[in-house]
């Protein structure tokens, strides 16, 4: 558990009272995923089980039953076992279920198949996430008819299967005091990973090298590691969007993007920042950045309770339209522009995301047909970019393989909003000014 007991307890409460008597709640663990053969990849647990529980363990399934007399939170969990815990780790076994994790009713996995038809079965409704994985929903079906089977003779049993999203990722999508805190916490390793990486870029290294200094810095700061692979990306690798090879070597002249985020306590950062591996940006990559630095300092500015996202989106867009006709990269006018989609060559990707326990965290950014409003207490991206190759019709090579992109993380305050990671230098002056004293 990553946060005092009391937190998760909390949000099951609220969690419990919203979805009402009558209704069961399912959450299973992640799936142990391979990577080769006998090795799997570390284990991560599914954030919405997380965000409930803080259980951390694979194979579990959390049951929560409101207005049940006893056992309103269940857990079903590996059990104590000497042999396996030698070879994959301690378990909190059924003991620590309860007294650790607080669960009023707790069993061994190979009890789910008895148990969970006989709770089922007193239940009208069983909240289950319809995007989880087939193995976990072959079963929760079969758990579920199973409990209905009895219906026409007892007159209960699930009638239907309703998303908890509606109500969990509602919860998720707005943070928590102790959530900010861990993600504040997140954004500062990554911040000092920016610095070291913007310090010791030089002509010459490689691309796994920077990777590699991020990742140490997450790592020894008590991260999990990058929450995402980390993206270094130099030269006309930048206008890959998720390109992650990271094994060019850099050159002056070149530019580098690198998009890095470490995840600390499970809650995740993820901060781009671009420069040159050389002291200065030529000319052209010089217009691009302006440019984009220009697009992302104008939304972060409008951030703040009451704005829609959807109005940040088309902030940025009137802006990068309007260079980019500057700049005579795009031709025409703004109206056909927009109409036609003509900036997309250019600029593909959303606005941003919400930020938390997943990178791009959970909660709907449309609501009742219409572009949600922020709120204080929700985190989000703003990272415009702007993306110049060769595949784009008339676009004149001298622009080819330039690729920049600005990220920063959000907190939405009553009164405005604040940047998370303001500390990793953007402007070109302070950029320019780290990479001066940079090694050559
Ligand atoms: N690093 C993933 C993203 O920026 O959304
Ligand atoms: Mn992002
Ligand atoms: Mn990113």
């Not at 025409?332 to 995301?353: A, Q």
Request: charged share 30%; glycine share 8%.
């Amino acid at each position: 558990m990553t946060l005092p007991a009391e937190v998760y307890e909390r949000r099951r409460r609220r969690f419990l009272d919203a979805i009402g008597d009558g209704a069961a709640a399912i959450f299973p663990a992640a799936l142990e995923a391979v990577r080769s053969n006998d090795v799997e990849y570390r284990f991560r647990q599914h954030n919405d089980l997380y965000y409930l529980t803080g259980f951390p363990e694979a194979g579990a399934v959390c049951l929560l039953l409101p207005g049940h007399p006893k056992e309103e939170y269940v857990l079903f969990v590996r059990p104590r076992d000497a042999e396996r815990e030698t070879w994959t780790g301690r378990r909190a076994g059924v003991e620590g279920a309860i007294g650790t994790f607080g669960a009023a009713m707790a069993y061994p996995v190979d009890k789910l198949d008895e148990k969970i038809p006989e709770y089922l079965a007193e239940r009208e409704r069983v909240y289950y996430a319809l995007d989880r994985d087939e193995h976990w929903t072959q079963r929760v079906l079969r758990w579920i008819r199973q409990a209905r089977a009895s219906r026409p003779r007892t007159g209960t049993g699930p009638t239907a299967i309703v998303d908890p999203g509606e109500i969990l990722h509602e919860m998720r999508l707005r943070k928590e005091p102790e959530e900010i805190a861990h993600i504040r916490r997140a954004v500062a390793i990554t911040a000092d990973a920016h610095h070291a990486a913007m310090a010791a870029v030089r002509p010459g290294c490689t691309e796994f090298e920077i990777e590699a200094l991020i990742d140490y810095t997450f790592r020894r700061a008590g991260a999990a590691g990058p929450a995402y692979p980390t993206i270094v990306a130099s030269g006309s690798n930048a206008t890959v969007l998720h390109y992650t090879t990271n094994d060019r070597v850099m050159n002056d002249g070149d530019l580098v993007l690198i998009d890095a985020g470490a995840e600390y306590a499970g809650y995740c950062s993820d901060i781009t920042r671009t420069f040159p591996v050389g002291r200065r940006f030529s000319a052209r990559q010089q217009d691009i950045y302006e440019l984009v630095l220009c697009a992302q300092l104008a939304v972060i500015e409008q951030i703040r309770p009451g704005v829609r996202y959807d109005e940040l989106y088309q902030r940025a867009l009137a802006i990068l339209i309007e260079g980019l006709l500057a700049l005579r990269l795009l031709t025409g006018s703004v109206d056909e522009i927009r109409e036609k989609e003509l900036f997309k060559p250019y600029f593909m990707h959303r606005i941003g995301h919400w930020l938390g326990l997943d990178v791009h965290d959970m909660g709907d950014y449309k609501v009742g047909g219409e572009s949600r409003a922020l709120e204080a207490g929700m985190v989000l991206t703003v990272e415009p970019g702007v993306y110049l190759t060769e595949h784009i019709e008339d676009l004149g090579p001298e622009w080819w393989g330039i690729g920049v992109r600005i990220e920063d993380d959000v907190l939405v305050i009553p009164d405005g909003h604040e940047v998370l990671s303001a500390a990793i230098p953007k402007r070109i002056d302070e950029i320019e000014a780290v990479r001066g004293g940079a090694p050559r």
